[in-house]
């Protein structure tokens, strides 16, 4: 588990910009969104993730850590999962009810990225 | 294919002996520990490392099949190579059977045991980020790690560099860049596992973040090069059309059409030909040693045990093959996607869905084919219910039945009675799994996240093999079984029981004096409720361990020859039928109720040695055995019950 912290920590770290209650001045309805209600094409940053250690730590090991940068590329019918591509390279489906448990923030609450590693 | 046997003999050859005379500062075979991320080319660097040789490697505690192969360091000492299952942390185990936490069950044991240990994480150079977040946890838990960075062909095409001295310095560990499909690139990850054990390094505590370092070096594309869009575009095209909200289910369902035409276009020339020289087989046996009890058991024994194993082989091979393309090319995935909201419902995610599809043609393959489910409690429930689809086997049995027991009704009728039996196996395994996730399989999952991998070509290097080694693997871990069980039934079916000798009439046929019959008529009282007497009990006995036997089994009882050829001889004997006081032994109310048993019964013993290969344990087998049985008896009971009610005689 120390190592689970250990990337807590380092995920709450890349996000010290993007602290789990956003900045207001960033009135667009991503700043303070769920990953579930976001509009496909929509670029957002993880925030925070609302679940149980265990599983955040593992979420964060697949690549949704705080601080990532991901696009929604579009929504499954019928409330099926959510398509995403992450700003670390990799693209992901994730059920809409895991969604619900992400929040999401503006990306440009984010320090400026040297460039994509996709 | 050609060259398959080879490599098979090779697969599975016993374990490399280490060599006798150890020089003192190696005193064990060091482990070389493949480890990475799904996708991120392990196997294929696996398979480059040791042409595909493989057996599976036996680790105390260790659940799953791990691939092992012996391969020869540069420095004459040889390393055994493993291919751990694709995971994403050591860290986050949400449950030790899960992939993350056999990988850390399988570390954790070659450490306790003090061997020589190198642990090469392979890192798609596309996905650095994502794949440095696993080194950092490797890093920090000491382990004499090497990191192998593939898809260097992909950098180059696009123009990006990485900086290796500059990883290598950050990550105190060394660094490769190959490419896995290169030949060239053996030598240098051969070269850089030798010097990584001889020279074994431990790095401090990570103070670097994932993603920065990969952007520090990793340089971006000089210019944006045409082969970099046209392979990003290319995927997000393909998604637009195979993720369509209304075309995607349709191409998806298409496809699966066409791979069950393959099975049954391909796979029954194939098993005709198998039954064809096993037939010759026997014919030769007769011949040779003459009619006797021996004869008998090598012939309708062992000989046709193995011609059972036979006939799964050809749907095996092609169902395996279809299901690693599918997987390879990144399209298994976009299934999933497409259909993870109606399995949902049912406690199931997408990833299901092919397995319980594979299960209509055989459930073999589709029992093997769990292993694209990452969740354990999924991936075991899925393997329970598997068993209840209707599976090419149950066919002939559905046939026979039919036909004697509604004779009179039209074709329309019968194709009614069909579709609503396929329906009804979908049904009850749809049951079963809702009732299974709330109470044997019941816990906690793994978050409902998966991981979509760019399209790409399969080698086909890798997919043949794996296709090749599905089917080795079953004829030599479930054909055992399979043999032994029809060796058992054999004896049943022919050798006399006492007490029948004496109560039987001496005319009847030998299989009237079988133990089976015995039990048969021991059975007969609690089969009675079903409609079910001795006669019926011992063609279910015989089709304990293949349900198509039934016809054949009925057959002998009937004294038709041959009735799996042309079942109406046999037909007419069942509705002729009469029990010993002079009525008629069965009625449609027997078929419909035999109908729900068969839908049920679970009357397959390779469903059973494949569930035991799975699942590393007797106990699920026996659980299917029992839940599917009892079902089937309640339902039985329940048909021929209400058969009565509605005067159907």
């Known amino acids: 588990m120390a190592n689970a912290h250990a990337i807590s920590a380092l995920g709450l770290g890349r996000s010290s910009t993007a602290p789990t209650a956003p900045p207001a001045h960033h009135g667009n ?90 | 294919m050609s060259a398959a046997p080879s ?8 374990a490399p002996t280490p060599p006798p005379a150890q020089p003192a500062s190696q005193p064990a075979v060091a482990h070389v520990a493949l480890i990475g991320r799904p996708n991120s080319g392990k196997s294929s660097l696996y398979n480059l490392l040791t042409g595909g040789d493989a057996k599976v490697g036996n680790f105390p505690g260790v659940t799953v099949d791990i691939l092992e192969a012996s391969l020869s360091l540069g420095d004459g000492a040889v390393a055994l190579v493993a291919d751990l ?43 650095l980020a994502l794949g440095l977040r696993l080194t950092r946890e490797l890093v920090a838990r000491r382990l004499p790690l090497l990191v192998v960075v593939t898809q260097k062909d992909v950098l180059e095409r696009e123009g990006r560099t990485l900086d290796t001295r500059k990883l290598e310095a950050a990550i105190g ?22 010097h990584a054990l001889a020279h074994p390094r431990t790095s401090a505590t990570p103070e670097w973040d994932a993603s920065r370092l990969a952007r520090e070096v990793l340089s971006d594309a000089v210019q944006v090069s045409t082969e970099a869009t046209r392979r990003r575009t290319f995927t997000a095209r393909a998604d637009a059309v195979l993720l369509h909200s209304f075309l995607g289910p349709f191409l998806f369902l298409a496809l ?41 058991f090598l012939t309708d024994g062992v000989i046709a045990g193995a011609g059972t194993v036979l006939a799964y082989v050809p749907q095996i091979a092609i169902l395996t093959l279809a299901m ?70 149950r066919l002939p049995t559905y046939a026979l039945i039919l036909t004697t027991f509604f004779a009179s009704r039209g074709a329309w009728f019968k194709a009614g009675v069909f579709i609503a039996l396929y329906f009804a196996g979908m049904l009850s395994g749809l049951v079963a799994s809702l009732v299974l996730r709330r109470t044997a399989t019941k816990g906690r999952s793994l978050p409902l996240l998966l991981e979509m991998p760019s399209y790409r070509m399969p080698e086909w290097k890798v997919v043949l093999r794996k296709g090749w080694q599905s089917a080795a693997r079953f004829v030599r871990d479930v054909g055992r079984t399979i043999v032994v069980v029809a060796a ?35 059975l007969e009282p609690i089969t009675r409720p079903l409609g079910f007497d001795w006669r019926i009990d011992v063609g279910l006995i015989g089709s304990f361990g293949a349900r198509e036997v039934m016809v054949g089994t009925l057959g002998v009882i009937f004294g038709i020859e041959n009735a799996g050829d042309d079942v109406s001889p046999l037909s007419k004997k069942i509705r002729d039928a009469k029990l010993p006081n002079g009525a008629q032994a069965y009625s449609p109310r027997t078929g419909l109720a035999l109908l729900a048993f068969f839908v049920l019964a679970c009357q397959c013993m390779s469903t059973i040695a494949a569930i035991r290969k799975e699942t590393k344990t007797w106990r699920w087998p026996i659980f299917v055995l029992a839940y599917t049985y009892g079902i089937a008896y309640v339902l039985a009971f329940v048909v021929y019950q209400l058969g009565g009610l509605f005067h159907l005689s």
Do not use: N
Request: hydrophobic share 50%.
């Open chain 1, 29 to 118: 309805a991503a700043t303070q969104a769920k990953l579930a209600s976001t509009s496909p094409g929509q670029r957002v940053c993880i925030l925070h993730i609302e679940q149980e250690e265990e599983h955040a730590a593992w979420l964060r090991a697949v690549g949704m850590h705080e601080g990532a940068e991901v696009t929604v590329l579009r929504r499954a019918p019928f409330g099926g999962p959510i398509h995403l591509r992450s700003g670390d390279g990799g693209e992901f489906a994730i059920h809409r009810d895991l969604a619900r448990c992400i929040h999401v923030g503006s990306p440009d609450a984010l320090p400026a990225r040297g460039g994509s590693t996709a």
């Open chain 2, 7 to 14: 490599e098979a003999e090779a697969a599975w050859a016993p």
């Open chain 2, 85 to 127: 299952p694709g995971l994403y942390s050591i860290d986050a185990v949400i449950d030790p059977a899960t992939d993350e936490g056999i990988a850390r069950g399988f570390l954790d044991g070659v450490s306790a045991r003090a061997e020589p240990l190198l642990v090469a994480q392979v890192i798609d150079a596309t996905q």
């Open chain 2, 173 to 194: 560990a060394p660094v490769v860049l190959v490419s896995s499909r290169a030949p060239e690139s053996r030598a240098v990850v051969v070269e850089a596992f030798t």
């Open chain 2, 256 to 296: 699966m059409a066409v791979v069950f035409a393959a099975v049954f276009l391909v796979a029954d020339p194939v098993t005709a030909f198998f039954d064809g020289t096993v037939g010759k087989l026997r014919g030769l046996c007769e011949r040779t040693l003459g009619a006797s009890l021996l004869t008998s």
């Open chain 2, 324 to 393: 690693e393309v599918l997987d390879a090319s990144g399209y298994l995935a976009r299934g999933a996607f497409l259909l993870d909201r109606l399995l949902r419902v049912l406690g199931l995610s997408g990833r299901s869905f092919l397995p319980l599809l594979m299960g209509h043609a055989c459930a073999i393959p589709a029992i093997a084919s769990t292993r694209i489910i990452r969740d354990p409690r999924e991936r075991l429930t899925t393997i329970l219910v598997v068993p209840l689809m209707t599976c090419s086997a």
């Open chain 2, 488 to 522: 058992i039934l054999w004896a049943l079916l022919k050798v006399p029981a006492p007490e029948m000798l004496q109560t039987a009439p001496a005319s009847a046929p030998p299989i009237e004096h079988s133990i089976a019959a015995a039990i048969g008529h021991r």
